[in-house]
C-alpha cells in the first residue's frame, strides 16, 4: 500500500471565477485536478459550499465520480465551541455538525475532519477535554449512522497540543473518531514532526501546507520530500492532501510539490 496524494478545494479558490468565459467553478475542480494535476481526490473545504443546497452537492458528487477524483474529507475549518460548556454552544454544534455531516454524506466523502475550540479559561484543561469529549461524544451516532468517520485537527488553545488531541480522540472513544494532522501548519519542523509522531496511529488523512517556489525549484517551507519520508517512517499509509497556501501560480505550484512528494513516494 502507498500513499495517495490528494488536494484541497481552498488550494485552487484564487483560480475560480463563476463569471469568466467560461466560468470556472468548483464543479469543475474535480477534472481539473485528475486531468491538470495528476492528484487522486479531494478534501472539500466547507467554507467554498456556502449557500449550496443538496442539488449542489449531488452535482458535485457526480462531477468528482466521472473524473475518478472523489470527494474525500469534508473539512470545517471553523473551530466548533465543543468545550464551552454552555447550551447555546451546545446547540449551535449540534446544528452545525448535523448539517456538516449531510453534506459530507451526500457529497460522498467518508470522513468529515473539525477543529474543537477548547480554550481552557476560567476551567482547567482537564475539565474542558472533558466538556469537548462530553459534547463530541454526543454526536457520534448521527455521524456513525450516516457511515462517516469524524477527524479531529489541531487548532489554537489546547488542542494545539498532541498530547491533548490525543487525549480528547481517546476520551470520545470508538473506532470512527480519528485525527488529521496538520503539517507546516506554522509551528517550528520539529513541532510538526513531533506532531507527526504522535497522532500517526490516530490519523484518518493528513494535511501537508505548501507554499510557494523559487526559481530553481526549492520550496519555500520545509522540505518536501524529507515531510514524506516522516510520514512513512511513522506508520502512517492512505491519504496526504496538498493544500496549497502560497502566493504563486497555484498550478505551478502544486505541479512542483506533487513531483516532489510522488518522487520521494516511489524511492521508498
Given at each position: 500500500m502507498s500513499l495517495l496524494l490528494t488536494l484541497t478545494t481552498a488550494s485552487l479558490q484564487s483560480m475560480l471565477d463563476p463569471k469568466a468565459d467560461p466560468p470556472r467553478t468548483?464543479?469543475?475542480?474535480?477534472?481539473?485536478?485528475?486531468?491538470?494535476?495528476?492528484?487522486?481526490?479531494?478534501?472539500?473545504n466547507a467554507s467554498l459550499l456556502s449557500g449550496w443546497g443538496v442539488?449542489?452537492?449531488?452535482?458535485?458528487?457526480?462531477?468528482?465520480?466521472?473524473?475518478?477524483?472523489?470527494?474525500?474529507?469534508?473539512f470545517e475549518e471553523e473551530p466548533l465551541p465543543f468545550g464551552d460548556g454552555d447550551p447555546e454552544s451546545a446547540a449551535y454544534c449540534k446544528d452545525r455538525v448535523e448539517r456538516?455531516?449531510?453534506?459530507?454524506?451526500?457529497?460522498g466523502c467518508n470522513a468529515l475532519a473539525l477543529r474543537c475550540?477548547?480554550?481552557?479559561?476560567?476551567?482547567?484543561?482537564?475539565?474542558?477535554?472533558?466538556?469537548?469529549?462530553?459534547a463530541i461524544r454526543a454526536l457520534m451516532s448521527g455521524i456513525e449512522h450516516l457511515e462517516l468517520n469524524l477527524l479531529l485537527a489541531q487548532?489554537?488553545?489546547?488542542t494545539a497540543d498532541p498530547d491533548r488531541l490525543t487525549e480528547l480522540i481517546k476520551?470520545?472513544?470508538?473506532?470512527?473518531i480519528g485525527a488529521m494532522p496538520i503539517f507546516g501548519s506554522g509551528a517550528k519542523e520539529e513541532d510538526d514532526l513531533d506532531r507527526l509522531r504522535?497522532?500517526?496511529?490516530y490519523a484518518g488523512a493528513i494535511h501537508v501546507c505548501v507554499e510557494k517556489f523559487t526559481a530553481k525549484g526549492k520550496h519555500k517551507g520545509f522540505d518536501l520530500a524529507e515531510a514524506v519520508s516522516t510520514i512513512r517512517r511513522v506508520g502512517y499509509m492512505n491519504t496526504v492532501t496538498i493544500d496549497y497556501v502560497g502566493t504563486g501560480d497555484p498550478s505551478k505550484d502544486i505541479l512542483t510539490a506533487r513531483d516532489q512528494m510522488q518522487?520521494?513516494?516511489?524511492?521508498?
Open positions: 468548483l464543479l469543475d475542480v474535480p477534472d481539473y485536478v485528475i486531468n491538470s494535476l495528476d492528484l487522486r481526490g479531494l478534501n472539500i442539488d449542489d452537492l449531488d452535482r458535485l458528487r457526480d462531477r468528482a465520480d466521472k473524473a475518478a477524483c472523489p470527494c474525500l474529507v469534508l456538516l455531516a449531510f453534506a459530507a454524506h451526500r457529497l475550540r477548547a480554550d481552557a479559561g476560567g476551567v482547567g484543561e482537564e475539565e474542558m477535554i472533558e466538556r469537548a469529549a462530553e487548532s489554537d488553545g489546547i476520551k470520545v472513544g470508538g473506532f470512527r504522535k497522532l500517526a496511529p518522487a520521494a513516494i516511489d524511492a521508498e
